[in-house]
């Protein structure tokens, strides 16, 4: 999973990258309120930590402009505030969950997964499911109705992404850089290529249909089309 933190205090920032990245998540960060909007509305995350007193763009605004643009996006603010209208504010701007300092890391961690969980992306067992399609980070494994099929670690990155995306479009260029990375020499035609490797696997176990074409744009993952 990616997770954006924007955070100005380096040393919180620096606790949460350490610990959100020894909990196997792929982390972004930013310092400043203007850079972190920029991220959270021009790339796509799993989840993102957000404080609200930023120089530039407050947390709030962020807040209001990932619900504009991403509106499935769990978002957990994290604060020094603690003022009962101040958690408000932040629940009202479209917030998930509030965490206030001085917090332990492991709360911040469990909080996560309980936000996850509350969206359906995370499980109990800690498999992430849509409809009768079970993906486990454990195993790297999908199933649907009793039937299960190994996945490469690039068709895992792949449906782990859609599925933390679930009914949300996603474009090339975002599956792209999420799953291979600008980085790649590979040109953003590999996504197609691995769409199809993706869907042809599922097809096995009946869950090819979850993977929709949206023309001209990318991939989403919906129940119905």
Same mark, same amino acid.
């Given at each position: 999973?990616?997770?954006?933190?924007?955070?100005?205090?380096?040393?919180?920032?620096?606790?949460?990258?350490? #610990? *959100?990245? /020894?909990? =196997?998540?792929?982390?972004?960060? +930013?310092?400043?309120? &203007?850079?972190?909007?920029?991220? $959270?509305?021009?790339?796509?995350?799993?989840?993102?930590?957000?404080?609200?007193?930023?120089?530039?763009?407050?947390?709030?605004?962020?807040?209001?402009?990932?619900?504009?643009?991403?509106?499935?996006?769990?978002?957990?603010?994290?604060?020094?505030?603690?003022?009962?209208?101040?958690?408000?504010?932040?629940?009202?701007?479209?917030?998930?969950?509030?965490?206030?300092?001085?917090?332990?890391?492991?709360?911040?961690?469990?909080?996560?997964?309980?936000?996850?969980?509350?969206?359906? #992306? *995370?499980? /109990?067992? =800690?498999?992430?499911?849509?409809? +009768?399609?079970?993906? &486990?980070?454990?195993?790297?494994? $999908?199933?649907?109705?009793?039937?299960?099929?190994?996945?490469?670690?690039?068709?895992?990155?792949?449906?782990?992404?859609?599925?933390?995306?679930?009914?949300?479009?996603?474009?090339?260029?975002?599956?792209?850089?999420?799953?291979?990375?600008?980085?790649?020499?590979?040109?953003?035609?590999?996504?197609?290529?691995?769409?199809?490797?993706?869907?042809?696997?599922?097809?096995?176990?009946?869950?090819?249909?979850?993977?929709?074409?949206?023309?001209?744009?990318?991939?989403?993952?919906?129940?119905?089309?």
């Amino acid at each position: 999973m990616k997770v954006l933190v924007v955070e100005d205090d380096e040393h919180i920032l620096e606790a949460l990258v350490f #610990a *959100l990245t /020894d909990e =196997g998540y792929h982390v972004d960060t +930013a310092c400043t309120g &203007d850079e972190g909007a920029w991220l $959270a509305t021009e790339k796509a995350y799993d989840m993102v930590l957000l404080d609200i007193m930023l120089p530039g763009v407050d947390g709030l605004e962020i807040t209001r402009r990932i619900r504009g643009e991403s509106p499935q996006t769990p978002v957990i603010l994290v604060t020094a505030k603690d003022a009962v209208d101040d958690r408000v504010r932040g629940l009202d701007a479209g917030a998930d969950d509030y965490v206030v300092k001085p917090f332990a890391v492991s709360e911040v961690l469990a909080r996560m997964r309980a936000v996850l969980r509350r969206r359906g #992306a *995370l499980s /109990d067992a =800690g498999t992430l499911q849509y409809g +009768a399609l079970i993906l &486990d980070p454990a195993l790297h494994t $999908a199933s649907c109705g009793g039937d299960t099929i190994p996945l490469s670690s690039t068709e895992y990155g792949l449906l782990e992404f859609l599925m933390n995306n679930r009914e949300r479009v996603l474009t090339r260029e975002q599956l792209f850089e999420r799953v291979w990375g600008f980085d790649s020499d590979a040109s953003e035609r590999v996504v197609d290529v691995y769409i199809h490797y993706l869907r042809r696997k599922l097809a096995k176990i009946g869950c090819d249909q979850y993977i929709v074409t949206q023309r001209g744009i990318g991939f989403s993952l919906q129940k119905e089309v």
